[in-house]
């Protein structure tokens, strides 16, 4: 982690403002996202001064315009020996190497630990619609006004003074989070893994949360080196880490950041543009996804599960939001027999869950219950291949139905 000023101008730990500054005062160039002035979209910019940094700073949930980036990187690339970074998603650090043809020396990429980015056009509308007319003068994506936490909060400034704020609940985070309104290649990205095209990848370490040890409430980077470059840039930014510097196991690191390892699948997504068509409205269309995500989701479990297993009971695997959620049917709920649940390290009964009280096992006790031919196993969980996996290795043969 980096001094508090650096934090403080962060969305974590500010490991990205170290290593751009060791660029800059080497005479390099640093390339990554910055608003435009409007605020109404964003772009890949170049600079090689340490006063235009603050526009790089901070995360910008949107689809960023690399323009002609990669052309005038190639060009300071062969025109002198400067150094220079270059940070923005895997796909956008890929697609760099791919057009230069050839990895340099001198040029360093950083990749970061992505969700997928939202349509720039729905943003622009969005925060046209928030300004109400009026200029808008700064937005934070990641405002650590109540510090740094898991729960997102974004703060848009106008030319009058005021300000407004929302959180995960509000209209544009519950779209982001939920996948609703991301591009469609997102949901099944090649680069939700460890093989990385950046020399290293940052993005916070959510598996440190609420730990004292980590977290004081002011931001903690997650750095994962992936080759020798990558190493040689953040030995040299060491010495200016003034905060908790510790080598952590990989499992940690993937502990709360599944987008390290997986992408996110889209929830409502269609029916989101369908509603944006239907009414061209920016704010009815996210209301509207807002408010029938999950029912949408109740809807679709329903109809999979009446087609693919209509006179079988149930074993709902995730006993968390969407796993509940799901049990409001009453479909569903006639057949459910029991929750099994990741946390859960023994059996707890009478567990109340939509007023109706259920049994909720461990994955270990839940094994020998699976055994009725009758019986099959609803998985309301982003990793249901994994949970597949899982079953299959305990020798369970249900049916297994993954609805994520």
Same mark, same amino acid.
């Given at each position: 982690?980096?001094?508090?000023?650096?934090?403080?101008?962060?969305?974590?730990?500010?490991? %990205?403002?170290?290593?751009?500054?060791?660029?800059?005062?080497?005479?390099?160039?640093?390339?990554? $996202?910055?608003?435009?002035?409007? %605020?109404?979209?964003?772009?890949?910019?170049?600079?090689?001064?340490?006063?235009?940094?603050?526009?790089?700073?901070?995360?910008?949930?949107?689809?960023?315009?690399?323009?002609?980036?990669?052309?005038?990187?190639?060009?300071?690339?062969?025109?002198?020996?400067? *150094?220079?970074?270059?940070?923005?998603?895997?796909?956008?650090?890929?697609?760099?190497?791919?057009?230069?043809?050839? #990895?340099?020396?001198?040029?360093?990429?950083?990749?970061?630990?992505?969700?997928?980015?939202?349509? *720039?056009?729905?943003?622009?509308? =969005?925060?046209?619609?928030?300004?109400?007319?009026?200029?808008?003068?700064?937005?934070?994506?990641?405002?650590?006004?109540?510090?740094?936490? *898991?729960?997102?909060?974004?703060?848009?400034?106008?030319? #009058?003074?005021?300000?407004?704020?929302?959180?995960?609940?509000?209209?544009?985070?519950?779209?982001?989070?939920?996948?609703?309104?991301?591009?469609?290649? /997102?949901?099944? /990205?090649?680069?939700?893994?460890?093989?990385?095209?950046?020399?290293?990848?940052?993005?916070?370490?959510?598996?440190?949360?609420?730990?004292?040890?980590?977290?004081?409430?002011?931001?903690?980077?997650?750095? @994962?080196?992936?080759?020798?470059?990558?190493?040689?840039?953040?030995?040299?930014?060491?010495?200016?880490?003034?905060?908790?510097?510790?080598?952590?196991?990989?499992?940690?690191?993937?502990?709360?950041?599944?987008?390290?390892?997986?992408?996110?699948?889209?929830?409502?997504?269609?029916?989101?543009?369908?509603?944006?068509?239907?009414?061209?409205?920016? =704010?009815?269309?996210?209301?509207?996804?807002?408010?029938?995500?999950?029912?949408?989701?109740?809807?679709?479990?329903?109809?999979?599960?009446?087609?693919?297993?209509?006179?079988?009971?149930? $074993?709902?695997?995730?006993?968390?939001?969407?796993?509940?959620? @799901?049990?409001?049917?009453?479909?569903?709920?006639?057949?459910?027999? %029991?929750?099994?649940?990741?946390?859960?390290?023994?059996?707890?009964?009478?567990?109340?869950?939509?007023?109706?009280?259920?049994?909720?096992?461990? *994955?270990?006790?839940? &094994?020998?219950?699976?055994?009725?031919?009758?019986?099959?196993?609803?998985?309301?969980?982003?990793?249901?291949?994994?949970?597949?996996?899982?079953?299959?290795?305990?020798? &369970?043969?249900?049916? @297994? @139905?993954?609805?994520?």
């Amino acid at each position: 982690m980096a001094d508090d000023e650096i934090r403080s101008k962060s969305s974590s730990g500010g490991v %990205f403002t170290l290593c751009a500054d060791l660029i800059l005062a080497d005479g390099g160039y640093v390339c990554g $996202a910055a608003f435009t002035n409007d %605020f109404r979209s964003v772009e890949h910019i170049i600079i090689n001064n340490p006063d235009e940094l603050f526009k790089l700073q901070k995360s910008k949930y949107i689809q960023s315009d690399t323009k002609y980036v990669y052309a005038k990187i190639k060009n300071l690339l062969n025109e002198n020996d400067s *150094p220079v970074l270059f940070v923005g998603c895997p796909c956008q650090a890929d697609a760099l190497y791919s057009f230069l043809g050839t #990895d340099y020396p001198q040029l360093y990429t950083i990749d970061f630990i992505c969700h997928g980015v939202p349509s *720039p056009m729905l943003w622009a509308e =969005y925060i046209d619609y928030l300004s109400g007319g009026k200029n808008i003068t700064h937005v934070d994506f990641r405002s650590k006004k109540e510090g740094w936490k *898991p729960e997102l909060l974004l703060s848009a400034t106008f030319d #009058d003074g005021s300000l407004y704020t929302e959180t995960n609940n509000g209209l544009w985070y519950t779209a982001f989070l939920k996948n609703s309104i991301l591009r469609k290649s /997102c949901s099944h /990205c090649r680069y939700a893994n460890m093989s990385r095209p950046g020399d290293i990848t940052i993005g916070d370490y959510w598996g440190g949360a609420g730990n004292t040890e980590y977290d004081d409430g002011k931001g903690t980077s997650l750095v @994962i080196i992936n080759n020798k470059k990558g190493m040689a840039l953040f030995e040299r930014i060491k010495p200016f880490i003034n905060c908790l510097c510790k080598e952590i196991k990989l499992e940690s690191a993937k502990d709360k950041n599944s987008m390290l390892m997986k992408s996110g699948i889209e929830s409502g997504r269609e029916e989101f543009f369908t509603q944006y068509k239907k009414c061209n409205n920016i =704010y009815k269309a996210l209301s509207f996804i807002s408010s029938e995500l999950n029912n949408i989701k109740r809807r679709k479990a329903v109809s999979l599960i009446s087609d693919e297993a209509p006179n079988r009971n149930i $074993a709902m695997w995730g006993a968390g939001k969407d796993g509940t959620e @799901i049990t409001k049917d009453d479909k569903i709920r006639e057949k459910l027999l %029991f929750f099994i649940d990741n946390n859960t390290d023994k059996q707890k009964n009478g567990v109340e869950i939509n007023g109706f009280k259920y049994s909720v096992y461990s *994955p270990d006790n839940a &094994v020998a219950l699976l055994t009725a031919d009758d019986v099959i196993v609803i998985v309301s969980s982003r990793f249901g291949d994994e949970i597949e996996k899982e079953l299959i290795s305990r020798e &369970v043969k249900n049916k @297994i @139905i993954k609805l994520k």
